[in-house]
C-alpha cells in the first residue's frame, strides 16, 4: 500500500490533478475498468431479469 496522491488509499488533502511535486510521487493516468461490487451488481439483476 502506498501513499501516493490519487492512489486507492488516498487519504491526502491534495488534489489528484495537482499533486504536490515530492518524490517519490509518479504522475499516472487511472486504470479504467469495472469494480467488483458494481459488476456484481449488475450481474444480479442481469439473472433475475433473465431469470423472472
Known sequence: MSKHV????????????????????QPHDSAEGVTTPAYTGKM?????NVAG
Open 6 to 25: 490519487g492512489d486507492l488509499y488516498d487519504t491526502s488533502p491534495y488534489d489528484p490533478a495537482t499533486p504536490p511535486a515530492e518524490p517519490p510521487y
Open 44 to 48: 444480479a439483476k442481469l439473472i433475475a
